[in-house]
């Protein structure tokens, strides 16, 4: 369970973070903007070296939101 709740949530939810951050600032430097697949993923090229550097990023952003952003205003919703 923990391993599962591991790889799709905290992947998703780090994958949305960064979707969301890098789409605004690419778009204020007018950079070109990656898809959020990419973002989850990692690149589209065949010869990229990273495989679980895109999905280690993820699981950490996506543990630093659920335990600094989301458990904090539930908290506040519940009380």
Same mark, same amino acid.
């Given at each position: 369970?923990?391993? &599962?709740?591991? *790889?799709?949530?905290?992947?998703?939810?780090?994958?949305?973070? *960064?979707?969301?951050?890098?789409?605004? &600032? *690419?778009? %204020?430097?007018?950079? $070109?903007?990656?898809? &959020?697949?990419?973002?989850?993923?990692?690149? +589209?090229?065949? @010869?990229?070296? @990273?495989?679980?550097?895109?999905?280690?990023?993820?699981?950490?952003?996506?543990?630093?939101?659920? %335990?600094?952003?989301?458990? $904090?205003?539930? +908290?506040?919703? %519940? @009380?």
């Amino acid at each position: 369970m923990g391993s &599962w709740f591991a *790889r799709v949530i905290l992947n998703s939810l780090g994958a949305s973070a *960064r979707w969301l951050w890098g789409s605004i &600032w *690419r778009t %204020i430097f007018k950079k $070109p903007k990656f898809t &959020w697949n990419q973002y989850l993923y990692g690149p +589209e090229n065949s @010869d990229y070296y @990273d495989n679980m550097g895109h999905g280690f990023n993820n699981i950490l952003i996506g543990m630093i939101l659920l %335990i600094f952003v989301i458990i $904090p205003i539930v +908290e506040l919703i %519940i @009380d």
